[in-house]
């Protein structure tokens, strides 16, 4: 069976994937916590500071979770709010596939998956933090989709608001969850499974045509107004 690393499979999109992932890859998960036993070999390891684990065996995918929602009016924002977030949702998942590219490159094929937002593309008041990085996560996907083509992918997922202990405090109040829910075309606000699903396919050979794109998965927001 194929082996894939999952980072950030503790909890949210990280652990809805870890769980989707039974039965069609073998699955090593990288998180600061415990991931659900049984699920992955998992190694306790925070990304931006640890010594990363040695894996041995090719990886026929890499999927980096990891991500930030910091939302503040841009004049009250400092510098290494800036920093922080660049450091987390960039330069993480660039360490890791430094790392990891090795055995990437040891598999037959294999598949990349980042995560971008729907902040890139459409702009949102309060979002220049996570937009920025996200931005710069979206150069790096279509930069290393062109540098290693024809052997591995290299896609992004874009969602929209998210049911996650990452969003928790933008939905926590009824009210503001049904508000959001509004703002979408489909009328409700995504779950970690439904990121989950588009990751797995990303993964999954029948993705075996799709490199350097951005997949937005996010309720119809970035296309649609009704």
């Known amino acids: 069976m194929r082996k894939i690393l999952i980072i950030g499979a503790s909890s949210g999109i990280g652990a809805a994937l870890t769980h989707l992932a039974q039965g ?14 049984g699920l ?26 990891p991500g930030s929602i910091n939302l503040k009016p841009f004049a009250t924002i400092k510098l290494d709010q800036f920093r922080q977030d660049l450091e987390l949702n960039l330069l993480g998942a660039v360490r890791c596939l430094q790392h990891y590219q090795r055995n990437l490159q040891a598999a037959e094929t294999a598949s990349v998956v980042l995560f971008s937002t729907v902040a890139v593309n ?11 990085a ?23 997922i874009a969602p929209s608001l998210t049911n996650t202990p990452l969003a928790e405090r933008l939905i926590r109040e ?22 989950a699903q588009m990751a797995l396919f990303l993964l ?4 075996g045509w799709i490199t350097g794109q951005i997949m937005r998965v996010d309720g119809g927001i970035s296309a649609v107004r009704t």
């Open 204 to 207: 999954s050979d029948k993705a």
């Open 24 to 37: 069609q890859f073998q699955t090593y998960s990288i998180s600061r916590s415990d991931a659900e036993p």
């Open 174 to 195: 009824d009210s503001k969850k049904q508000a959001a829910a509004a703002r979408h075309a489909l009328n409700r606000i995504g779950e970690a499974e439904d990121i």
């Open 134 to 156: 996200k931005g710069a996560v979206e150069g790096l996907t279509r930069s290393l989709a062109a540098e290693w083509a024809p052997k591995i992918r290299v896609n992004a």
């Open 122 to 132: 459409t702009g949102f008041t309060y979002h220049a933090t996570v937009a920025a």
């Open 40 to 65: 992955s070999e998992h190694f306790n390891c925070d990304v931006l500071t640890d010594p990363l684990p040695a894996l041995d065996e090719p990886l026929a995918g890499l999927v980096y979770c």
